[in-house]
């Protein structure tokens, strides 16, 4: 599968990330294209410049507002947290500004990507990185996350970085991220609510379930929009995994000018196994629940990071009618399933069963020409055989129901379509 190693000896934000993936071979042209099909495209055009950090080359993205004839210095990503009216040492101040952006909430984001064009998949992951961000704010505020303000030029700020990034991991085929200890910063930082220890309230939610530190200047180096990407789609490794093998390493530039470079370190490839995982099968028997209740655990659960949900119909004692449902799901995420799975289904004990293997097919990506439009679909092998040829749903249903035709009738063109290509 094709992987990514973010190593954050300098932190990481949203601009870090688009600049590391624009200079890994993310087609600046297809990522402002991408971007384009967001209703409130109007509002912001992509600055991107090649710099240099301690001699190091790299891609350094900025987010230019447009319609009021001022730019904004795209330091930080400024979520509820942050406030926009303080200046960055060594870089270009930032310009105050008082009144004219709209304040988005997590409704108002979630609204600008249904009304998108977007593919499906990359509407799934920028929901799911805006999510765990808003449940962090929400959890610092004392508010619902639904309710939850990205404020000002932040919301457009935000919405850049996290489409873009989502854009960028379905252009590249990304299917896993691995991340290093990330390196937070430290000092304080101005927000909306006042000064700030860093990392400011969001990161350190966001980032509880990982190793982190402080080394260098007293800046805030780890951003909310980078701890909610890895929040939401990372998984810890202290190094480089040994079955990556990498093809490319490319660099984000931050706007610090430190000691220490201000740059994430970006290594890309394909990763044979995706890595060593330690894996735990969790496993509960319930006989007093609302079965309408499964699907929404097994959403909540999907969400936490959870590599498989699925229940099977067994008989208790006294042959009362139960469900087992089972969790299969990575170490580090074991925590949080636990504690949803207490707090959200009448359950009172679980088993914790330790995984010793999972074997994967390595999975691929292929963009098919229907005649009636483009369709993903998701191509398996294992042991160097093709074993799988799986059609995107969503595309095949946007497609038929656009054009009034059968759903299998998509598929079967779609399948056609490979099998030609494939020469099968």
């Not at 449940?135 to 996350?145: D, L, N, T």
Request: negative net charge; aromatic residues 6%; contains cysteine.
């Amino acid at each position: 599968m094709r992987a990514i190693y973010l190593d954050c000896f300098s932190g990481l934000s949203g601009n870090m990330l688009l600049g590391a993936f624009l200079a890994a071979g993310m087609p600046l042209e297809t990522l402002e294209a991408e971007l384009r099909r967001l209703p409130m495209a109007e509002e912001f055009r992509l600055k991107v410049s090649s710099v240099k950090k301690n001699g190091i080359a790299a891609t350094y993205v900025d987010v230019e507002l447009l319609g009021e004839g001022h730019e904004h210095e795209h330091a930080h990503e400024h979520s509820c947290e942050h406030d926009h009216g303080h200046a960055n040492e060594g870089a270009v101040p930032l310009h105050e500004h008082s009144h004219e952006h709209h304040h988005r909430t997590m409704r108002d984001v979630r609204a600008i990507l249904e009304r998108s064009s977007l593919s499906a998949e990359v509407k799934e992951t920028s929901l799911k990185i805006f999510g765990v961000l808003a449940q962090a704010e929400g959890k610092v505020h004392g508010m619902m996350p639904e309710d939850v303000h990205f404020h000002e030029v932040g919301a457009v700020d935000s919405i850049v970085d996290i489409v873009g990034t989502a854009i960028c991991l379905d252009y590249l085929e990304i299917e896993k991220i691995f991340v290093s200890r990330v390196n937070t910063g430290s000092g304080t930082v101005h927000t909306q609510h006042g000064l700030m220890m860093v990392p400011a309230p969001a990161t350190a939610e966001l980032l509880r379930l990982f190793p982190t530190y402080h080394e260098g200047a007293a800046k805030e180096l780890t951003t909310p929009t980078g701890a909610a990407v890895l929040a939401a789609l990372a998984e810890f490794s202290d190094h480089v995994p040994t079955d990556l093998l990498t093809e490319c390493i490319a660099y984000g530039a931050g706007t610090w000018d430190l000691e220490l470079p201000n740059v994430v370190r970006l290594y890309i490839g394909e990763c044979k196994g995706g890595g060593k995982r330690d894996l735990s099968l969790i496993e509960t028997n319930i006989d007093d629940m609302d079965a309408q209740l499964f699907g929404y655990v097994s959403e909540r659960l999907f969400a936490l990071g959870a590599l498989d949900v699925w229940t099977t119909p067994i008989y208790m004692k006294k042959n009362r009618p139960a469900h087992m449902l089972s969790v299969l799901v990575a170490e580090d995420k074991k925590a949080q399933c636990l504690s949803l799975l207490f707090s959200e289904t009448t359950s009172i004990g679980m088993r914790v069963l330790h995984v010793d293997e999972r074997v994967e097919a390595v999975r691929h990506t292929a963009l098919v020409d229907t005649p009636h439009g483009k369709v993903r679909c998701k191509v398996s092998a294992y042991g160097g055989k093709i074993v799988s040829l799986s059609p995107e749903y969503d595309d095949c249903r946007e497609i038929a129901a656009r054009e009034g035709i059968p759903l299998k009738r998509v598929r079967q063109e779609a399948l056609d379509d490979l099998r030609e290509r494939l020469g099968e």
